[in-house]
């Protein structure tokens, strides 16, 4: 298996539980990210991890609380979500700058729907 | 305040015709720029990019043209192609980011090539 994959594909969870989003790349990249695409808006970046460390997390409700345990899994954990934080979750890697330029590589993503 | 526009939502071509993507930036310091494809229900894929010390980037059918002066870069792709037919985003990174994978996206543009 190669690339990056997310899981699962689709959610549906209500208000009060919780439930994680997992992502996995097996492309040795050291920078992973989180990225949410709402109906009729362009992808927003959520947060940003460099070897395991977050070095971004762009204004987002703690909620949302992202996990890096290696360079390789990136997790989303989601508690007490509100409907309208029901969106396309995309994880995404690509090597750190200053190591050649590379694009980053996309997940399939996760349809999150709350209820 | 959006960096990184798409003006047109849509663009609908004829088949073997030239399709042109159009993209404008108001941030100075991104400098590579990107362009992906989307399927519904898939995540982006990469395209093709281009780094802000070229004024184009060919790949096949793809090339990508960048005006800095005018802050505004493009998407060539011809011959056209049914199967091109998807979302195009246009994104940009730099702007003192240390990821290759930290992307303003903008808000993309449905493209339709007929039969």
């Known amino acids: 298996e190669t690339g990056v994959t997310q899981t699962p594909r689709h959610l549906v969870m209500g208000m009060t539980n919780k439930k994680s989003l997992k992502c996995e790349q097996h492309l040795g990249h050291n920078a992973m990210y989180w990225y949410k695409q709402s109906a009729k808006k362009p992808l927003e970046l959520m947060f940003v991890y460099n070897f395991k460390e977050q070095t971004e997390n762009n204004s987002v409700p703690s909620r949302f609380s992202p996990e890096c345990p290696n360079s390789s899994h990136l997790f989303l954990h989601l508690h007490t979500l509100q409907p309208e934080d029901s969106a396309l979750y995309l994880c995404?890697?690509?090597?750190?700058?200053?190591?050649?330029?590379?694009?980053?590589?996309f997940g399939q993503g996760t349809r999150l729907t709350v209820v | 305040d959006q960096q990184v526009k798409q003006n047109s939502p849509s663009l609908s071509v004829q088949e073997g015709r030239i399709s042109i993507l159009n993209c404008d930036y108001t941030?100075?310091?991104?400098?590579?720029f990107l362009w992906y494809k989307k399927y519904p229900a898939e995540g982006p894929t990469f395209l093709i990019s281009i780094s802000s010390i070229k004024d184009k980037n060919e790949d096949g059918r793809f090339t990508v043209f960048l005006n800095k002066s005018a802050k505004h870069l493009s998407l060539h792709i011809v011959p056209s192609q049914p199967g091109d037919s998807a979302v195009y985003f246009c994104a940009a990174s730099g702007a003192g980011g240390t990821s290759y994978g930290k992307l303003t996206f903008g808000q993309g543009t449905i493209l339709t090539v007929h039969p």
């Open positions: 995404a890697s690509s090597r750190a700058r200053g190591r050649g330029n590379t694009e980053a590589f």
């Open positions: 941030n100075s310091m991104f400098d590579y």
